[in-house]
């Protein structure tokens, strides 16, 4: 085996049946890079033994760590929604689905785990008990990106995969619809970060069991959840920055359609954010007065930090 270049790498995943059993991938997608790395918990031992070095190393627990960055196409985003602890509701006929996408609150768990499965120079990586413990959806490079924090269970070498790949494109200028306050369209932002921080971590216990069994951690547990967004914006009067100072909560609609086309489309709602920073900065001559936000949420009336609704043509049951 020669010399490997990252262009030659594949990424494809699937539902597991039962958490952290291996399921062959039933879906590739593009990615832009991947940190995926198997972690060993090395116990080094240092008794005081006549000697100032470690006399030895007891194998402790593993697990998976990582970012997954791709373009946020709307047939492969909501895979990742489901890794995520959240309440997905599914409407909409063949071929157009709508998929509603509210965090929950109460279990530690994702609502299903993925296998991913990583090809690295033709050398294949089988990882497990996948959740996506943070997401964040921003605009680079004109386009809206994706990057997937992933913690896993465990990883095994597996089968090579055949690859075969779609034909969505992802949300680019000209295609966005943004409320601030949800009602009213502006016409003023050209960057933001969205994301979804579940404060995930691998959970082990002193004997695993079932498909788990041995160093692997048990699950992925998440804890308290983070909703945030910061976006940047022309500065033309007081009157968004007196919201701010008066700790206004707003709602804020973000709209996203691929191509134009109605039935791909990403949209998230923060029913009840707050400006938790506002920066109105001054720097060259010749440069335009912007806004730096930071917005957080709570829940609004109906409970919800947030909302995502993604519309596509890939049908997940």
Avoid: H
Wanted: a negative charge; glycine letters at 10%.
């Amino acid at each position: 085996m020669g010399v490997g270049v990252s262009g030659g790498g594949v990424i494809g995943l699937a539902f597991e049946i039962t958490p952290g059993t291996y399921v062959a991938p039933t879906k590739f997608f593009p990615f832009l890079s991947e940190s995926l790395e198997f972690q060993p918990g090395n116990i080094y031992r240092r008794p005081i033994r006549n000697t100032v070095d470690a006399i030895g190393m007891v194998p402790g627990n593993v697990n998976v760590t990582g970012t997954i960055t791709a373009e946020a196409l709307d047939d492969v985003l909501v895979y990742f929604l489901y890794a995520m602890r959240m309440g997905i509701v599914k409407t909409g006929t063949t071929p157009n689905w709508i998929y509603t996408c509210t965090p929950t609150s109460l279990a530690a768990f994702p609502t299903r785990t993925l296998s991913l499965t990583v090809v690295r120079n033709s050398v294949v990586f089988g990882y497990v008990g996948c959740a996506v413990t943070k997401l964040t959806l921003s605009i680079q490079n004109d386009i809206l990106q994706m990057d997937a924090d992933i913690v896993a269970t465990n990883e095994a070498t597996q089968s090579a995969p055949t690859p075969t790949w779609g034909t969505s494109v992802p949300i680019g200028p000209g295609q966005w619809n943004i409320g601030i306050p949800t009602a009213t369209q502006v016409f003023d932002m050209d960057t933001f970060s969205f994301s979804i921080d579940e404060a995930g971590a691998p959970a082990y216990r002193l004997k695993n069991t079932g498909a788990n069994a041995g160093r692997g951690a048990q699950f992925v547990s998440m804890g308290e959840r983070t909703v945030q967004m910061t976006a940047s914006r022309d500065f033309m009067d007081r009157t968004d920055y007196n919201l701010f100072q008066a700790g206004t909560g707003q709602g804020i609609t973000i709209l996203g359609q691929a191509a134009g086309s109605t039935n791909n489309s990403v949209q998230f709602l923060m029913g009840n954010a707050f400006k938790s920073s506002y920066q109105v900065v001054m720097g060259a001559q010749g440069d335009i007065i912007r806004a730096n936000l930071t917005y957080d949420t709570v829940v609004d009336g109906s409970g919800n930090a947030c909302q995502l609704v993604v519309k596509s043509q890939e049908t997940i049951v």
